[in-house]
């Protein structure tokens, strides 16, 4: 069926300021019942405005569901958002969720939110007691910097930069995860572009040297021979050695979690881009190639590539999904790879055709995220996750940017 008639003008409706958002909301569902009669195989152009509409649709819904000064995570039995303070480490996703909204649409509501809760992570420009404060500010001051040039936000940038670092150990030569033992995880190489960019655009020089060697580290200590990733790395602060490797939210010690193998993708692909050095081209490509090698027929993987079979928690994880998916989409740029292509539409097609969220009452977008499988509270092994929409989002973003 076609639908591209009705998406002809969709950007040029959505950034009227004629009709309220009520009208908008009533539009954006009759595109949604469309969305039921898309091909099944590769996704068309049509199939990625239905899907950029209902996914601000639900941006615009949530303004019911996210009291100010509270920040979603993930959701709950009952389809809700479960809310967190701005000191979660997932505090800068639900504002970058709206500043993408805003991006897409150009709908002022979702701007007008997206300075809000942006505002509300204020104080955690000076967070030195974990390396999130690149996921926190980054993805809220950062994004918000790159979409308007609001210039109050550089200086926000550049304060969380200077915090990250103080986490920096030059014996280990990598950024401190978290306390206690010097322990450094794999997601931590999402929050490098933040010391890269502060590097680029008036912050300390060193900045840049402290994301290099702690990327240098991690292809040292992190990743197997065979692509795959340990999820944590120990060090000992005073000598640098590595004191043992596992895992903190994979299957085994020994196994490889999606979601950190997604995080590896991402973060060299991103390292090659503020670098040019080849090695994390490569780096990115083993580990990619790693992660397709073990996607099921969806492309969506289990929380672990190494789950026993008929294991009983033997959830997908769709967030690990969306991360990727925004990675290859980078790293295909450099590539062009006919492989990466074919796992780009087939994650896109399953994504907007069986994870997606239509309904209304329900929080998020992209549903069945295993936030953490090892813990005991199912809400963990399925839901939505306000990581797993926001790098959708992305994902719409850098596609429609193509």
Same mark, same amino acid.
């Given at each position: 069926m076609k639908v591209s008639i009705y998406l002809t003008n969709f950007g040029c409706f959505m950034k009227s300021d004629l009709l309220n958002n009520s009208i908008k909301i009533l539009v954006i569902n009759f595109l949604i019942i469309i969305i039921s009669c898309s091909s099944p195989s590769e996704p068309q152009p049509q199939d990625i405005e239905i899907a950029k509409a209902l996914a601000i649709k639900k +941006? +615009?819904?949530s303004s019911f569901? @996210? #009291?100010?000064?509270? $920040? #979603? &995570?993930f959701t709950n039995s009952t389809k809700k958002w479960v809310l967190t303070t701005s000191t979660s480490w997932t505090s800068g996703f639900y504002p970058g969720c709206l500043w993408y909204g805003y991006k897409l649409s150009g709908n002022a509501q979702l701007k007008n939110m997206a300075e809000q809760f942006t505002q509300g992570l204020f104080e955690e420009q000076y967070t030195t007691s974990h390396h999130d404060v690149g996921f926190m500010i980054f993805n809220s001051y950062g994004l918000g910097y790159k979409i308007t040039g609001n210039e109050s936000y550089k200086n926000v &940038? +550049?304060? =969380? =930069?200077? /915090?990250l670092s103080t986490r920096f150990n030059e014996n280990v030569g990598c950024i401190q995860s978290w306390n206690g033992e010097f322990q450094v995880i794999i997601d931590n190489m999402m929050n490098l572009e933040l010391l890269f960019w502060a590097s680029k655009n008036g912050g300390d020089s060193t900045y840049y040297k402290m994301? @290099? /060697?702690h990327a240098n580290k991690t292809i040292q200590n992190h990743i197997r021979e065979d692509g795959s990733s340990f999820h944590v790395v120990h060090y000992d602060p005073e000598t640098g050695d590595v004191m043992r490797k596992r895992t903190a939210q994979g299957y085994s010690d020994n196994s490889t979690w999606a979601r950190g193998q997604a995080w590896g993708i991402y973060g060299f692909t991103?390292? $090659?881009r503020e670098t040019g050095n080849i090695e994390y081209l490569n780096t990115a490509v083993k580990m990619a190639d790693y $992660? &397709? /090698?073990?996607l099921p027929e969806d492309s969506i993987p289990y929380w672990d590539f190494n789950l026993p079979e008929n294991y009983e928690r033997d959830f997908k994880d769709a967030s690990a999904a969306t991360i990727a998916l925004s990675g290859l989409i980078e790293l295909n740029s450099y590539v062009n790879s006919s492989t990466y292509e074919n796992v780009i539409n087939n994650t896109f097609n399953s994504l907007i055709n069986y994870y997606i969220i239509t309904e209304s009452s329900k929080s998020g977008i992209i549903d069945h995220c295993a936030y953490h499988a090892n813990d005991p509270n199912p809400d963990y092994w399925d839901s939505a996750t306000i990581w797993g929409d926001y790098y959708f989002l992305e994902a719409l973003d850098r596609i429609n940017a193509d």
């Open positions: +941006l +615009l819904l569901d @996210v #009291p100010e000064n509270q $920040y #979603p &995570i &940038i +550049l304060q =969380a =930069a200077k /915090s994301a @290099v /060697s991103m390292c $090659y $992660y &397709i /090698s073990h």
